[in-house]
């Protein structure tokens, strides 16, 4: 009995460590501290920007696909960022983030789809915003912690990465480029 046990709490410590130290959630801003080219809102997320992007289910299968037109606009140091998905179902959304840059490399960011701010830091060609988002009523209107990766590469493109949970548990994931049109 006693081995059982002890195997069964290696395989939950075991869970745990990939969960914390080697997967997506493991990373920090400060990881990425000395990394180029260096992210800049204003710039980067300035003018038209196309993306295309997927979105995968709880089951790692893809769901849906996207291309978004975006349309950045910045007024010292708050700006908007505008989108427009058209998905594969069809389906249309718009939705405009508010950003507000801080200090030492933060900004926060409101939509109408979130529950209060979204918290943003900097750190050298990457960006890191965390939030909770409400699904559509047609995708069933949960509240999911969301925490979105952008990676700023040599040519200009951003490359991003989201990943969305509830009560711990991946339930969706986009994977997305975001390109100057």
Known sequence: MKLVLACLLFVIAAMIAKTYIFSFRSQVPADYAGTGPQFDLKKHLSGEILSE???F?????????FVA???GKWDGDTGTLSEEFTYS??????RKWFLKLGPNNTFTATAD????EAQGVISGSTVKLSYQIILPKD????????????YLTADGAIMNKSEMRKFGLKVAELVATMRPQ
């Open 89 to 94: 179902n069809g389906k249309v959304q718009n």
């Open 113 to 116: 789809d979130l529950v209060g």
């Open 139 to 150: 995708a069933g209107g949960h509240v999911l912690q969301a925490v979105d990766w952008m």
């Open 57 to 65: 289910g709880p089951n790692g299968k893809m769901t849906n696909s």
């Open 53 to 55: 992007g997927l979105i």
């Open 69 to 71: 037109k975006m349309v």
